[in-house]
């Protein structure tokens, strides 16, 4: 009861945080949160990025990044960490289709690419999300039996999904700045949204993550985001 309380709180769905009973993914309201993996990422965090003020250069702009990339990961594999590779796969083939769409391949090449990466985001949504669903109602409506995926459901994987595919599409809108595999996979994998939302678009996050400011402890800061 408690544990449906926090994932309701979470606003995701428990079939979609909770597949297998007795494991759990690390909730922001659970002790481990609060008082390890939460405080060791802002000590972590914050120093990376006081060495980066001191070190300058774009190696040293990019170590807060690599920190939080780290941490969201782990983040995400506490749960099970062979959902993990699922993750990694998602975000090497969406980014490199994003470059390819971004390129000055005809018009028609960029569309096709487009279309693969919709068709490959959709398709695996529905395979793991939908396919035992539909495959008893096509059972049902009188069609053979089709086997059953027996596999937990992935966490998050609807808003890590849908998220990629609106990046897709900016980038084939010509939306999308330059932008590296790192900045990229922090994206879509930061854990204050990855596994329960909302949805964000990549011209709100990925500005912030070069900010100065945010890379230095404020007290004032500190205590508006807990509080």
């Known amino acids: 009861r408690e544990l449906d309380g926090s994932l309701r709180a979470l606003g995701q769905p428990r079939a979609e945080l909770l597949s ?30 006081r060495a980066a003020g001191q070190e300058g250069g774009a190696g040293g702009r990019r170590a807060p990044l690599v920190v939080l990339l780290l941490a969201s990961l ?25 470059e390819k769409i971004r390129g000055r391949a005809p018009t028609r090449t960029r569309r096709a690419y487009l279309i693969a990466g919709l068709v490959a985001n959709v398709g695996l949504l529905v395979l793991f999300k939908y396919y035992n669903f539909l ?8 069609g053979p039996a089709l086997p059953r995926l027996g596999w937990d459901l992935p966490l998050g994987i609807s808003f890590f999904t ?6 897709l ?30 949805i964000v678009h990549h ?25």
Not at 162 to 167: E, N, R, S
Not at 180 to 185: A, H, I, Q, T, V
């Open 20 to 49: 297998l009973e007795g494991k759990r993914p690390l909730l922001f309201s659970s002790l481990e949160f609060i008082f390890l993996f939460f405080p060791l990422t802002l000590l972590a965090y914050f120093q990376a990025g």
């Open 74 to 98: 782990l983040f995400y594999a506490y749960w099970k960490v062979e959902y993990l590779g699922l993750l990694l796969a998602s975000l090497a083939f969406n980014y490199a289709l994003g």
């Open 135 to 142: 495959a008893a109602n096509f059972t049902a409506l009188g």
């Open 162 to 167: 849908f998220v990629q595919i609106a990046y």
């Open 169 to 198: 599409v900016d980038c084939w809108k010509a939306k999308v700045p330059e932008t590296g595999p790192l900045e990229y996979s922090l994206f879509v994998t930061y854990f204050p949204h990855l596994i329960a939302g909302p």
């Open 203 to 227: 011209s709100d996050l990925m500005p912030q993550f070069f900010e100065p400011r945010v890379r230095r402890f404020f007290s004032e800061n500190f205590a508006r985001g807990l509080f």
